[in-house]
């Protein structure tokens, strides 16, 4: 249900060259400083996958992560469906890597969608998880999912644009080669990103979800640590293509409004909260495009590293 990826130091040096992200503390020896009690266990959001012709989606951040200690899973979920269903997914692999791994618990990282999915793990399921690290999440929903929910439901607009998307969804598995066979539910996916849908899924999952418009939430319940963290910069490097389609996005939230593009800075807020106004949009939390990140922000692979090194600190 997962795999575990592991890269030549050689091509990761090179990509980082070329990218101008790397950091000097990447090409020192390798030391402890990453190594958790327990697995750090990676979940895509929308759309997302592990790695598609040659493109990882986490660019960077698990060859780092191992370097100094850590042991990472890349785990894969529906590209498209509700934050309950890819949780089942998810629990499944988290189930799967606790008995290989043999430590008992799992630090979970989500990113975009992948937020809900793994609270949803950590809901259901505590005592296989130590931690929760969301990065990028809409806990509270997304203009830009409100934005598409105004589409009359049952109308042709939204089944040609559920179509649209259930395609690329496919496309997606198809490319990366996901275990994961089942039918793509963009609408699904929709339901549970946009305002109402969120508020619904908090109802019953409100572990470490703030109670005020934009705090925090409560660092631990049930024995699970939660933390956040999330950028505010729809644009970054002009070097990167994929900073015009943040832009487009990123028009979808009200004048104001601090966003990555896809999600707003206040709906980012989970738990303990590490940062929300990294300058960074919605691709460059997980390094893409290609590690085209902002040169005037910490590289994000730094702050993967930092939050690894966070969860050691703790015990976790």
Known sequence: MFRKHLFGSLALTAALVASGQAQASWFSSSSDYTRTKYPIVLTHGMLGWDSMLGIDYWYGIPQALRKDGATVYITEVSQLDTSEARGEQLLEQVEEIVAISGKGKVNLFGHSHGGPTIRYVAAVRPDLVASVTSIGAPHK?????????????????????????????????????????????????????????AARFNARFPQGIPTSACGEGAYQVNGVRYYSWSGTSPSTNVLDP???????????????????????????????????????????????????????????????????????????
Do not use: W
């Open 242 to 316: 994929s900073d015009l389609m943040m832009i487009a996005a990123a028009q979808t939230f009200p004048r104001g409004e601090a966003n990555d593009g896809m999600v707003g800075r206040c709906s980012s807020r989970l738990g303990m909260v590490i940062r929300d106004n990294y300058r960074m949009n919605h691709l460059d939390e997980v390094n893409q495009f290609f590690g085209l990140t902002s040169i005037l922000e910490t590289d994000p692979v730094t702050v993967y590293r930092q939050q690894a090194n966070r969860l050691k600190k703790a015990g976790l």
């Open 141 to 197: 929903g997304s203009a830009l999912a409100d934005f598409l929910r105004e589409i009359p439901e049952g109308s042709a607009g939204e089944a040609i644009l559920s179509s649209l998307v259930n395609a690329a969804g496919k496309m997606i598995n198809f490319l990366s080669k996901s275990p994961i066979d089942s039918p793509m539910n963009s609408l699904g996916s929709l339901e549970s990103l946009h305002t109402a849908g």
